[in-house]
């Protein structure tokens, strides 16, 4: 059984930063390429950033391009999204997700997600 938590959401101002974290079990971490979803109200589930299970190539949304930093550590299985000068409009649940992908497809395996709200 593969479990993904997410830690780290919160409330924070316009300009401030947060930092998540997901901690997996199970043996699937070190193989598979990970990435960080966000889900807004009344909004479809959108990438904001993924990481090859090797960290040799990354992805970001064009919207936080510049601002999150997708980073993981294999040896403690777990992966971070760095958030910096963070907007209202990045209010979301971010969800953790894992996965063999090709192309930034994620199906196999997710968290519950944390709550982020950015005041203004």
């Known amino acids: 059984q593969v479990q993904l938590v997410e830690s780290g959401g919160g409330l924070v101002q316009t300009g401030g930063s947060l930092r998540l974290s997901c901690a997996a079990s199970?043996?699937?971490?070190?193989?598979?390429?990970m990435g960080w979803f966000r889900q807004a109200p009344g909004k479809e589930r959108e990438l904001a950033a993924g990481?090859?299970?090797?960290?040799?190539?990354?992805y970001y949304a064009d919207s936080v391009k510049g601002r999150f930093t997708i980073s993981r550590d294999n040896a403690k299985n777990t992966v971070y999204l760095q958030m910096n000068d963070l907007k209202p409009e990045d209010t979301a649940v971010y969800y953790c997700?894992?996965?063999?992908?090709?192309?930034?497809?994620?199906?196999?395996?997710w968290g519950r997600g944390t709550q982020v709200t950015v005041s203004s």
């Open positions: 997700a894992a996965d063999r992908t090709t192309d930034w497809k994620f199906n196999k395996y």
């Open positions: 199970g043996r699937i971490f070190s193989s598979h390429d």
């Open positions: 990481i090859r299970w090797s960290s040799t190539s990354t």
